[in-house]
């Protein structure tokens, strides 16, 4: 799996591709500025990139810039945002492009390695992984709020393991119900809240920012 980095700061760049290739992955390319992340990220399309949010040349935010310009460029690239900060304007709205493929934890979150491993593939396979802390965050008074009073007890359970960035398999496992079940219950809570199929809308982006909200 060929993964591109951004880190301005050296020695956790370093880190990063040490843990990253001691786990299998390939990283491509390693950059520390938001230009220079753009430019890999349009010309290597990597499998996943792992991006900081605050990159030079401003060191505010330009990585999630970055990330969204690639993303207009190859739709869908996933992106794993690693930062000790929530830029809440283009957070949302790389969050709601509706591609998928999308990550953002906070860095003195991550304790487990595995998860954190697991994060990037997950990320990488076109899921999904939130920090509720983080999106919680993204929130503002006038997000839209939809309906959640019509969820059973049992899909309000699945939606909270949803918001977690739980696959289908795992929501089962932590809940100790079958996988199918679990299917049937996320289609029930995307039904009740209104989140038609769409090619242009993740669904399960949707519903998690309307669980947070309320």
């Known amino acids: 799996m060929r993964v591109v980095v951004a880190e301005d700061l050296m020695l956790l760049r370093d880190g990063l591709i040490r843990l990253l290739e001691a786990h299998g992955f390939e990283v491509v390319a390693a950059v520390g500025t938001g230009p220079d992340l753009l430019t890999e990220l349009v010309t290597r399309r990597p499998d996943v990139a792992v ?3 605050r990159l030079p040349p401003s060191y505010t935010d330009e990585g999630l810039r970055a990330a969204l310009a690639a993303r ?20 949302r709205e790389l969050l709601a492009d509706g591609h998928g493929g999308i990550g953002y934890l906070l860095k003195d979150r991550v304790s487990d ?3 954190f491993v ?11 992984a939130l920090d509720p802390t983080v999106v919680a965050k993204l929130l503002d008074s006038r997000a839209r709020v939809l309906p959640l ?5 049992r899909e309000r359970e699945v939606l909270g393991q949803m918001a977690q960035g739980r696959s289908n398999a795992a929501i089962g496992a932590a809940l100790f119900i079958t996988e ?8 029930s809570i995307f039904a009740k809240l209104g989140l038609q199929s769409s090619e242009d809308d993740n669904r ?7 669980y947070l909200d309320a």
Do not use: C, F
């Open 51 to 53: 991006v900081d949010v």
């Open 180 to 187: 199918k079940a679990v299917a049937k219950h996320t289609n």
């Open 118 to 128: 697991a994060a990037i593939r997950r990320v990488a396979a076109g899921g999904t």
């Open 149 to 153: 009073d019509r969820l059973t007890p």
């Open 204 to 210: 399960r982006v949707l519903a998690v920012l309307a």
């Open 113 to 115: 390695l595995d998860e």
């Open 72 to 91: 207009a460029e190859v739709p869908g690239l996933p992106v794993l945002v690693l930062s000790a900060y929530v830029e809440r304007l283009y957070a």
